[in-house]
């Protein structure tokens, strides 16, 4: 008995649950649809086993309700090493203008985003690659918030691996204070190399890189499983 209450409050158990109530309730697209039907993978699944789309949006805010997504960059994990020919970047096309405080934030101008793409096209190219995968991104709430938004859903029931979220984790556990968690920052923590920051491909690939590298510091003398890894992100 005790072992059934505590085996329907593990996280891929209640993510497994939110997949099977969307697709119950919900009217959706072809593709979401598809990604959701997908075997999700079990808590002890080795890591190193699972592919892991990394994934990092520029945006002009942070309300998917009134700011709009710019660019996605993606890029594939598997077997611990980041698939560099799987990279993918999109400008999305939108017929609001940047503003040009958002062009000097984001380093992305008018005439890149003319020729982007719409924004239906980008996520369902985002949807097509997270088949079958985990998500990863740094600080993935806003990821989150605007794909949902995107696709007109409350949230996006995939499993997210959130680099900011594992560090703060780590952190807890040893009653370190620390005051930034920005990608750069904890990149230089790592020792890993400066990046391009502010665009979405560069941020994509940092965080994958971020990512490896956390995994192999947290877990020095083992082989981390898909559980450990989604526990520490939430």
């Not at 598809?34 to 079990?42: G, K, S």
């Not at 994934?55 to 077997?79: N, Y």
């Not at 680099?163 to 040893?174: D, Q, R």
């Amino acid at each position: 008995m005790i072992g059934s209450l505590l085996c329907y409050h593990q996280p891929l158990t209640r993510l497994a649950r939110r997949r099977a109530k969307l697709l119950r309730t919900r009217q959706l697209p072809t593709l979401l649809q598809e990604v959701l039907e997908a075997p999700l993978p079990t808590d002890d699944s080795p890591l190193k086993t699972q592919k892991i789309l990394s994934i990092d949006l520029e945006t002009t805010g942070l309300d998917p309700a009134k700011d709009r997504i710019l660019s996605i960059g993606m890029v594939t994990i598997a077997e611990n090493k980041i698939l560099l020919k799987s990279a993918q970047h999109y400008y999305v096309n939108d017929v609001e203008p940047v503003k040009a405080e958002t062009a000097v934030i984001n380093h992305i101008t008018p005439e890149q985003l003319s020729g982007g793409i719409s924004l239906s096209h980008a996520v369902a190219f985002f949807l097509h690659e997270a088949k079958d995968k985990c998500i990863l991104a740094h600080g993935g709430a806003i990821e989150q918030a605007f794909l949902s938004n995107a696709l007109n859903i409350k949230e996006l029931p995939l499993i997210w691996f959130d680099t900011l979220n594992i560090e703060k984790s780590v952190l807890s556990h040893k009653n370190i204070n620390r005051n930034d968690f920005s990608l750069s920052a904890l990149r230089n923590h790592y020792q890993l190399p400066d990046y391009d920051a502010h665009n979405a491909l560069s941020d994509a690939i940092a965080t994958a890189e971020l990512f490896l590298a956390q995994s192999k510091v947290i877990y020095p003398s083992q082989h981390p499983v898909i559980k450990q890894l989604y526990k520490r992100s939430l």
